[in-house]
T-cell receptor, first 111, second 111 residues
């Protein structure tokens, strides 16, 4: 158990809909990272937050947004969903040492 | 050119074999290097974490970093069927902003 909690574990929705994925980092970790992993693909970096502020952005679509709250949990919002958004979405957290600890992921299926 | 290149495999070996997994990278600013193991549909699990060049050993696992060649390796000794998974390399510079991942090598250890 990495200590990073992600909900929901599975989510099935329709095209055009909006979903929110939630992540609770390990106790004491200030940084939260979001990654997308499509079938048989590597991890694609989406966005990083550090102590509530956006720190880095990757190939995140404009339809996607994220935030980190004062209690350090983070949410990833995906809107106007398309079939191609079906993927595993991982959250990871770290202290300043650079070791990333991943949650078990949220599996999104868009029908 | 991708920041990190990793042979996707699959790599199939008999139980007890020594496994060598490799990644190359292009960004000389990378200082922190990690190896993750990912079982099917699970979150990546941190295996090894190294800073700069050199070797690090942990049980049956040895990580090597050659910054002059921009080449990192993970060796698994006495491989076991339970080692069957996808292995991802990851790296970053000093900012811990993004963590660049390889696409993963799928390993199958046959009993």
């Amino acid at each position: 158990d990495s200590g990073v909690t992600q909900t929901p574990k599975h989510l099935i929705t329709a095209t055009g809909q909006r979903v929110t994925l939630r992540c609770s980092p390990r106790s004491g970790d200030l940084s939260v990272y979001w990654y997308q992993q499509s079938l048989d693909q590597g991890l694609q970096f989406l966005i990083q937050y550090y102590n509530g502020e956006e720190r880095a952005k990757g190939n995140i679509l404009e339809r996607f947004s994220a935030q980190q709250f004062p209690d350090l949990h983070s949410e990833l919002n995906l809107s106007s969903l398309e079939l191609g958004d079906s993927a595993l979405y991982f959250c990871a957290s770290s202290v300043a040492t650079g070791e990333l600890f991943f949650g078990e992921g949220s599996r999104l299926t868009v029908l | 050119q991708k920041e990190v290149e990793q042979d996707p495999g699959p790599l199939s070996v008999p139980e007890g074999a020594i496994v060598s997994l490799n990644c190359t990278y292009s960004n000389s600013a990378f200082q922190y290097f990690m190896w993750y193991r990912q079982y099917s549909r699970k979150g990546p699990e941190l295996l090894m974490y190294t800073y700069s060049s050199g070797n690090k050993e942990d049980g049956r696992f040895t990580a090597q970093v050659d910054k002059s060649s921009k080449y990192i390796s993970l060796f698994i000794r006495d491989s076991q069927p339970s080692d069957s998974a996808t292995y991802l390399c990851a790296m970053d510079g000093y900012n811990f902003n993004k963590f660049y991942f390889g696409s993963g090598t799928k390993l199958n250890v046959k009993p």
